[in-house]
């Protein structure tokens, strides 16, 4: 003689939906943390030179026009200069990049704040963009108002006078007129003006794409086991 058992179970559907969502919603909150910082540890993030580097860009009125530079580029890494001193020090394209958690799709999107969109995608995809070289004051100067002198031989009226000691004497770099470069359409603007423009080619970074690659296996492990509880 065979028994048969039927057994009926009533399943709270709503409350499984929520269970799932919530499971996926910390999942998906838990792989938006982690390729976010894998993006931020491409950059470089450094503090500006304390020493500027200096470059002739041309002439005016048989004066030299020197560029002046805290934050130099390095040769295939996206450099995230940082703001600040200490442990408030924070680079300014490394602190924009943010995730966000979509709920109604299910999805999580790792990017940048709203206000570097076009900076942060130049570097991540490269392109052309058209530089400004700013005059940072109206008349030729010997040094900056920070201090940093023209270089020794690069401005006009250089003297190659040292003293007893074989150690340049101060103020004998000339004067030039200074310029920064900034892009042209966001740079800070000056009242000194423009002294020229230039297009030039940024290439591509991949620092989303690289930091994705490094995370790209924890994605599924991400989701064992994500619903759970009665």
């Known amino acids: 003689m065979r028994t048969t058992v039927k057994v009926r179970a009533k399943v709270n559907t709503a409350h499984v939906k929520r269970r799932y969502q919530a499971g996926r919603n910390k999942s998906l909150d838990r792989i938006g943390s982690f390729t976010m910082q894998s993006a931020k540890k491409q950059f470089l993030n450094k503090q500006p030179k304390k020493k500027p580097e200096w470059r002739r860009v041309g002439e005016q009125n048989g004066i030299p026009v020197l560029e002046v530079t805290f934050r130099p580029p390095t040769t295939g890494r996206v450099t995230s200069w940082k703001t600040g001193r200490g442990r408030a020090a924070n680079g300014f394209l490394r602190g924009s990049v943010r995730y966000d958690r979509d709920d109604r799709k299910g ?17 991540e995809f ?3 963009r058209t530089v400004a070289y700013r005059y940072l004051s109206r008349s030729p100067v010997e040094q900056l108002k920070s201090g940093h002198a023209i270089p020794q031989g690069m401005g006009r009226g250089s003297r190659q006078g040292r003293d007893a000691k074989g150690r340049f004497l101060k103020g004998t770099g000339g004067e030039a007129y200074v310029v920064m470069r900034k892009d042209a359409q966001t740079g800070k603007r000056t009242k000194a003006g423009v002294f020229k423009t230039e297009s030039g080619k940024v290439k591509p970074g991949r620092y989303m794409a690289q930091g994705l690659d490094k995370v790209r296996q ?12 009665p």
């Open 126 to 128: 490269g392109g052309s």
């Open 218 to 229: 924890r994605i599924p492990k991400a989701f064992a086991n994500f619903v759970s509880g």
């Open 107 to 123: 999805s999580v999107v790792i990017g940048p704040a709203e206000r570097t969109v076009w900076l942060n995608k130049i570097q």
